[in-house]
């Protein structure tokens, strides 16, 4: 019995498509992006006490960062 059919669709199933792929130069912009968008509001609102303030959601337009000392939450909106 020759499997070597099956086990050559289950191996190309399992790769992903080439249109799927993306470049590591756009993985990091994506990210740099979204780190921007996540920390602009804080820096913005806090320019000098950003320190201890970590990024934890996003709720609509809404930034919600906790501070990880005091564990307080700040909410910021645009």
């Known amino acids: 019995m020759d ?12 790769k992903p498509p080439p249109e799927a792929m993306v470049s590591i130069s756009e993985i990091i912009r994506a990210t740099t992006d979204n780190d921007n968008r996540r ?5 913005g609102g806090l320019p ?11 709720t609509g337009q809404i930034q919600s960062y906790k501070h990880n000392q005091t564990e307080d939450w700040l909410h910021i909106d645009p």
């Open 39 to 43: 920390h602009a509001p804080l820096e």
């Open 3 to 14: 499997n070597s059919r099956e086990y050559l669709h289950d191996d190309l199933r399992r």
């Open 48 to 58: 000098n006490g950003t320190s201890g303030y970590e990024w934890m959601c996003e």
